[in-house]
């Protein structure tokens, strides 16, 4: 029986480990060939957008060059590899678990996961900088001016690597903002605020060419509308017919899993359309092929299933359900 990868989110692991994983290799070359360098890709709440940013910091980073044929040589990518692959800096951020009590710790909060991403980023490529100047970049007191000095070296050391930028989750703690304080989220994010000047700093950072790729993954757009042209560069394709099946499960690829699941031909039929009333309906393009099902929602009813061979008796999975929730308040 395979291994159901519930609440995974490192490539490296699922693919190493023996866990199951949907290919969505294909993705890569089609990234690769749209218009704009810097796209957003915005899904609901577990829908896979974590493990889908692990899988691309895995194929980009100089550091898994050497473990290409292992993580990728059983995928679509790994017949098809791009001239991009392994070729990349990659800095990646994300913006989760940010204490939004008050101005005080949500900006802490921020910070501090702008110091981790960059200090993971520094050790990943510690042969370009010495103790001193990785010191000099964490020193720094706002989220800005981490970014500012980062840049400026990498841009200093005419380096034939340039910055792939990957944010996950990059309107978490905003969306907390929206849901309770409206006049928090327009001081902090939008106007003049720590966030605005943030993505400014990718802005400036893009138009000089330190960081040549960023993907961005979230919710909601509302945060990228309130900065206007503190972020103007980025191309949406949460809507895209071409990007529709980029993450969740079409209804082929469900039966599927069911068969690998070692679930009785004879009883797919049925479980399938179960499985349709409670996960599947997820369009994010009036002409989509067809709808998806929820992924998280798919590996959590396996998972439990898999423990008595019965359907749980709870048949949302708690995490997401708690996650619409906000969203719900945000409207």
Not at 298 to 309: D, N
Request: glycine fraction near 6%; include cysteine; charge should be negative.
């Amino acid at each position: 029986m395979i291994k159901i990868p519930y609440g995974e989110s490192d490539f490296k692991k699922v693919m190493t480990e023996g866990y199951f994983y949907q290919d969505r290799t294909f993705f890569i070359a089609e990234l690769e060939k749209w218009a704009s360098n810097f796209p957003v890709f915005l899904r609901p709440r577990r829908f896979g957008k974590s493990l889908f940013v692990s899988m691309l910091q895995c194929y980009y980073g100089l550091e898994f060059r050497d473990d290409f044929e292992k993580l990728f040589g059983s995928l679509y990518i790994g017949e098809h590899r791009t001239p991009l692959a392994n070729n990349y800096m990659v800095l990646r951020l994300e913006f989760s678990r940010i204490d939004t009590a008050t101005h005080e710790s949500t900006y802490r909060g921020f910070l501090e996961n702008v110091q981790y991403g960059v200090d993971m980023f520094l050790s990943a490529y510690s042969k370009f900088f010495s103790q001193e100047t990785r010191n000099m970049i964490l020193s720094g007191k706002a989220p800005e001016g981490i970014l500012k000095s980062l840049f400026r070296v990498v841009k200093a050391l005419d380096a034939r690597h340039k910055i792939y930028l990957l944010i996950d989750e990059y309107d978490h703690f905003a969306n907390e903002l929206l849901s309770f304080d409206m006049n928090r989220f327009k001081s902090d994010v939008s106007r003049n605020g720590f966030v605005r000047k943030f993505y400014e700093s990718l802005k400036t950072a893009a138009g000089e060419g330190v960081v040549d790729r960023i993907f961005i993954t979230g919710v909601s757009p509302v945060t990228l509308d309130s900065l206007t042209s503190g972020f103007n560069i980025s191309s949406h394709i949460t809507t895209n017919v071409l990007f529709h099946d980029m993450l969740g499960f079409r209804q082929e690829e469900v039966e599927e899993l069911l068969r690998k699941y070692d679930i009785e031909e004879d009883g797919i039929r049925d479980m399938m359309d179960d499985l349709r009333d409670w996960y599947d309906g997820y369009v994010f393009e009036p002409d989509a092929r067809a709808s998806l099902y929820n992924p998280d929602m798919v590996l959590y009813f396996l998972l439990q299933y898999g423990i008595k061979r019965t359907y749980p008796e709870v048949m949302l999975d708690i995490n997401v359900v708690s996650d619409y929730r906000k969203i719900r308040n945000i409207f």
